[in-house]
């Protein structure tokens, strides 16, 4: 059974940077097919897909954040990690780690709030 927990700061001023981190059990993030995903979920709006990385450490990004976001892995700790750079209060969301074989999303982490403030 996949587990995965985010953790971060929940509170980051304007310009800064948000760096999250989802440390997963009950499987390796090296597993063939399977992607490792962020997402986030502002106030009153649907999901947003960020990004992810797959088996090959290859990443894949929002085109509308393609330019600030960057993901990443540490496989000696099955963790892998979002930041996200210059941030202002639109970036203030429920931020998500989830996976699945082919991006199902079929495991999600239990989300993490991250507050920008002004």
């Known amino acids: 059974h996949v587990q995965l927990q985010e953790s971060g700061p929940g509170l980051v001023k304007s310009s800064q940077t948000i760096s999250l981190t989802c440390t997963v059990s009950?499987?390796?993030?090296?597993?063939?097919?399977?992607?490792w995903t962020w997402i986030r979920q502002p106030p009153w709006k649907g999901l947003e897909w960020i990004g992810d990385i797959n088996v090959r450490g290859n990443t894949f990004y929002s085109p509308s954040l393609e330019s600030r976001a960057s993901i990443s892995r540490d496989t000696s700790k099955n963790q892998f990690t979002l930041h996200l750079t210059s941030v202002t209060p639109e970036d203030t969301a429920v931020y998500f780690c989830?996976?699945?074989?082919?991006?199902?999303?079929?495991?999600w982490g239990q989300g993490t709030q991250v507050t920008v403030s002004s």
């Open positions: 989830a996976s699945g074989l082919l991006r199902q999303f079929t495991y």
């Open positions: 009950g499987e390796t993030i090296t597993t063939d097919q399977y992607f």
